[in-house]
Antibody, heavy 117, light 107 residues
Framework: EVQLVESGGGLVQPGGSLRLSCAASGFTFSRYEMNWVRQAPGKGLEWVLYISSSGSTIYYADSVKGRFTFSRDNAKNSLFMQMNSLRGEDTAVYYC??????????WGRGTLVTVSS | DIQMTQSPSSVSASVGDRVTITCRASQDISSWLAWYQQKPGKAPKLLIFGASSLQSGAPSRFSGSGSGTDFTLTISSLQPEDFATYYCQQANTFPRTFGQGTKVEIK
């Protein structure tokens, strides 16, 4: 089955860190560009990060630049996002999404990150 | 950054109605536009890409049009399973940006 499965979400205090993972299956992961998109409770969609198929090119939203880092392991069909210096406004469901020429054609179910003391 | 503005924010419609949602980009994005459907508690699903191309598996009652800065998503005959929130997204440049969403509700 073609799917993406996120993990690693949870409750973290402001200023803390969290590492999210996304496991891909059912397709040739190494051929695809990947992204993270987040959605705060009751709000719209916000693009967060992009990584090229090789991992050599990464783009960040200004809201996370300098705090979040992004990597992938094509041998393990996995994507990782290290989130540091977390803030209340980072509270959201985080989706990993496969990209097809700029469009997100496959999404995971998401993982909830809650930043609160 | 390219701002994407959808209208209306919400629309009440009945089964069988024709529904139109518009999306305006703050600058020319050619045809680099997608539409997504999201139901509560679920991930978004790609409906339309390239402004007017129907994603595989998406029902043919969904159609998209437009280019440049003005785009439209049309549902030709609203079905019960279409009640959801719809988002446009530009793929012309980084950062990728979404519209604020349009909620299609039961009248």
């Amino acid at each position: 089955e073609v799917q993406l499965v996120e993990s690693g979400g949870g409750l973290v205090q402001p200023g803390g860190s969290l590492r999210l993972s996304c496991a891909a299956s059912g397709f040739t992961f190494s051929r695809y560009e990947m992204n993270w998109v987040r959605q705060a409770p009751g709000k719209g969609l916000e693009w967060v990060l992009y990584i090229s198929s090789s991992g050599s090119t990464i783009y960040y939203a200004d809201s996370v630049k300098g705090r979040f880092t992004f990597s992938r392991d094509n041998a393990k069909n996995s994507l990782f996002m290290q989130m540091n210096s977390l803030r209340g406004e980072d509270t959201a469901v985080y989706y990993c999404a496969r990209e097809a020429t700029g469009y997100f054609d496959l999404w995971g179910r998401g993982t909830l990150v809650t930043v609160s003391s | 950054d390219i701002q994407m503005t959808q209208s209306p924010s919400s629309v009440s419609a009945s089964v069988g109605d024709r529904v139109t949602i518009t999306c305006r980009a703050s600058q020319d994005i050619s045809s680099w536009l997608a539409w997504y459907q999201q139901k509560p508690g679920k991930a978004p699903k790609l409906l339309i890409f390239g402004a007017s191309s129907l994603q595989s598996g998406a029902p043919s009652r969904f159609s998209g049009s437009g280019s440049g800065t003005d785009f439209t998503l049309t549902i030709s005959s609203l079905q019960p399973e279409d009640f959801a929130t719809y988002y446009c997204q530009q793929a012309n440049t980084f950062p990728r940006t979404f519209g604020q969403g349009t909620k299609v509700e039961i009248k």
